[in-house]
């Protein structure tokens, strides 16, 4: 198995949920973890938490869905700690609502932060990782993505686009030893499957974050010319 350590990551969404569960299991690898997300005190949290495992963390404030501020954002990253080895795309906002219900403003924010959000920021961390022959992208879509259902059609169509997105630029990007791994979790108890009421969060029952960040380190430690594309993760027995 490869080792982490001494890597550098950014994960978006990693104030809180399974962004935060997977920057703690990174760190724990001995990886330098920058967490990102809009919320300034959780994210200072976040990284006073990882410091304690006795690796670098810091974090950077950004909108995933503003294309200049991920830009700006992202420049400034790299200046401060080098190129990227390992991105973790997994901002995202959940949101349900009934078709005719769903304003078109509510749509396009969803569309916005699930699909475009990923999208700036692979088109901002992949040009380093391409000159530097190494890299891997894990995208954070959904089950919901690979399934429409009543209620669900903005945030499918968010992840149903990612799923695309995410497959066709593995297929680019894997001839520069860049590694694009598309998951698609199903509920997991976070604030967001919370605030959806998907679960009560019974750990006996509910996948809880970690047990997605397990996923994704098993996943980032195979053997360079082993490239997993997706995955799903369901609880055994809900
Ligand atoms: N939990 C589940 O059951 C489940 C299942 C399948 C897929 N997922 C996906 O997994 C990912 C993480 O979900 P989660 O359950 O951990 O959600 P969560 O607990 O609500 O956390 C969402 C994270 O994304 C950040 N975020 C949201 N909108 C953002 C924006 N516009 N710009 C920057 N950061 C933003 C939040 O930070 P701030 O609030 O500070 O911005 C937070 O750190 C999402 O993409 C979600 O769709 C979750």
Do not use: W
């Not at 304690?52 to 420049?75: H, L, P, Q």
């Not at 169509?157 to 990007?173: C, D, P």
């Not at 694009?180 to 199903?186: A, E, G, H, I």
């Amino acid at each position: 198995m490869e080792s982490l350590k001494n890597k550098k990551a950014l994960v978006t969404g990693g104030s809180r949920g399974l962004g935060k569960a997977i920057a703690l299991a990174l760190a724990s690898e001995g990886v330098h973890v920058v967490v990102t997300g809009r919320d300034e005190v959780k994210l200072s949290e976040t990284v006073k938490e990882i410091e304690k495992t006795g690796v670098k963390a810091s974090y950077a404030i950004f909108d995933v869905s503003n294309e200049e501020k991920v830009k700006e954002s992202i420049t400034e990253v790299i200046k401060d700690v080098g190129a990227v080895d390992i991105l973790i795309n997994n901002a995202g906002i959940g949101e349900f609502g009934g078709f005719l219900e769903l304003s078109t403003e509510r749509f396009e924010k969803i569309i916005q932060t699930n699909l475009f959000g990923p999208y700036y920021i692979m088109k901002n961390i992949l040009p380093a990782m391409v000159e530097q022959k190494s890299g891997d992208v894990v995208n954070v879509a959904s089950t919901a993505g690979l399934k429409g259902g009543p209620m669900t059609s903005a945030y499918t169509a968010s992840k149903a686009g990612l799923i695309g997105l995410s497959e066709s630029v593995m297929y680019e990007m894997r001839k520069h030893n860049i590694r694009v791994c598309t998951l698609t979790p199903s509920t997991i108890a976070t604030d967001m499957s919370k605030d959806l009421n998907l679960t009560d969060g019974n750990p006996e029952k509910v996948l809880q974050p970690e047990d997605f960040a397990e996923l994704v380190i098993a996943q980032l430690k195979l053997n360079k010319r082993a490239l997993m594309t997706t995955a799903s993760l369901f609880s055994t027995n809900p």
